[in-house]
């Protein structure tokens, strides 16, 4: 018998298709993310199919709700599976989805993903709520030991280090300073499965001359690829509920990210009562249609 390719056994459906610069307003240095809107009734196979194609950090699909609070749903895939919840994400998904014509039922954009309800608001800028922290607190020790060997520092640069977990997982470690987090040169082969995210501060002149107060990096594996990620918003929510939480960050401020791969991007950060708030820029780049 002969052999036949499945997908082109599939109904294609030809969808809206955006690709959003996220916390970046200038072209080209924020973190690109890919949406479908209408992605109703695509299966996960046609679904991971794409977000593998596409190559991105994440790809977006917009549903109808299932919970009646909530304006639309997103499903959120990377090249190795589905997230429950991501930053990048959240802020170009909303974006598409106001652009595209959708009217929040509220003052605030809600959003349905695998980790519940999230706020996203328009002003000042596009901004999420950040969900609840999966897991907190201290890091095992062999686990420590890890993460110390995958960055290549010793303990004795290590300022703290905890579990900041709001769905992909992020072990956040605090180098104290902004040079140390630049300096971070990764040992890809001993990242494995790991999730970890850096923070340091700059001193008052660099803060002015760049516009943040803090440099953050992201680094990820899934076991069989490595890479550094261009803007976070998920490891900036955690890290911002860590350290703000801890006093070692005060309760607004601009990070840096992406400056080491070529990349600019900008988060601004502000804690509001229990809150911390997200923010950033997002540009469509690419309008059009794609078939799946």
Sequence with gaps: MEWQDPWLCLDHRVLPFRQVDVFSATPWLGNPLAVVHDADGLSDDVMAR???WTNLSETTFLCAPTDERADYRVRIWTTGGELPFAGHPTIGSAHAWLEAG???RGDVVVQECGAGLVDVRRSPGL?????PLRRSGPVEPELRARVLAALGVDEGAVQDMAWIDNG???VGVDLGSAEAVVDVVPDIAAFADLKVTVLGRWGPVHAAELGAEVEVRAFYA???DFGEDPVTGSANAG??????GAGALPPTYTSRQGSVIGREGRVRVAAEGDEVWIHGDAVTRILGEVDL
């Excluded at 901004?127 to 969900?131: C, E, K, V």
């Design 222 to 224: 899934d076991g069989r």
């Design 239 to 244: 890290l911002a509920q860590w350290l703000i």
């Design 50 to 52: 794409f977000a593998r």
């Design 127 to 131: 901004g999420f709520a950040a969900p």
């Design 168 to 170: 992909p997982g992020w």
């Design 102 to 104: 959708g009217v929040p």
